[in-house]
């Protein structure tokens, strides 16, 4: 449930406190925040697929709701938060700090599998934020700002990165493709078919296919799906069992 303070609109989900100007809280954001069904899908298989000493990278941070459920795990070491739209950064920002959360970095930035010192990116803000990224669509855009980018192959091994948590509104199947996760065991990633479409699914499910990973249905849900490094987990599991 929402209410008015003097620092904009405020609500709680799963026990993460969010505030945020009531112009970056659209009715069909703010509705998705009161019922808990914002990222609803991403915070449950997030909770199953964490385990002890992970070191987060996070692309996509949003308002910071699941950035802070992974901060404040106990299981979690470090996480880094990337955020493209400038808007959100700061919000993601906030709300970590809201919660207390001291072991988490957020980086108003775009990702590259490799990137050069001052290369920067195209990035389309829409009215309802979930709906801004990378590509133009038909969907229409507020404002086009450039976000500075940063080397996504180089992150990955200079912190150590061992779990990657994607959702960037259909960039994740270039991205990833040209990812080197050779030091990555899980990767969890919502896919955007309504702008990929099934053929840029099935590139994803290939490519991680390809780097050893397996889509794992235990912990899936719906198009938020996590895959596992083949021979990270038992091959079979006892019913019921995650």
Known sequence: MSIESGRGLA????????????????????????????EAEEARIVSRALKTGDRVLEIGSGLGFVSTLIARDERVASLVAIEADPRLAKRAASTLAL????????????LAPAASAGDMAVFYQRPDFW????????????????????????????????CIVCDIEGGEVGLLKGADMSGVDRVIVELHDHITGLSGVSELFEDMQRKGFAYDPRCSEGTVVLFRRLGY?????????I
Not at 11 to 35: C, H, K, M, N, W
Not at 140 to 158: F, G, H, W
């Open 99 to 110: 919660n207390g959360c001291a072991n988490a970095e957020v980086m108003n930035a775009i």
């Open 233 to 241: 987990c038992e091959d079979r599991r006892p019913y019921g069992a």
């Open 131 to 162: 709906m801004s990224s990378m590509f133009e669509t038909d969907v229409p855009y507020d404002r086009a700002v450039k976000v500075p980018v940063l080397p996504l192959n180089e992150m990955l091994l200079s912190r150590s990165i061992n």
């Open 11 to 38: 609500f709680e989900l799963r026990g993460v406190r969010i505030q945020a100007p009531s112009d970056v809280i659209t009715p069909s954001i703010a509705e998705a925040l009161s019922t808990g069904a914002y």
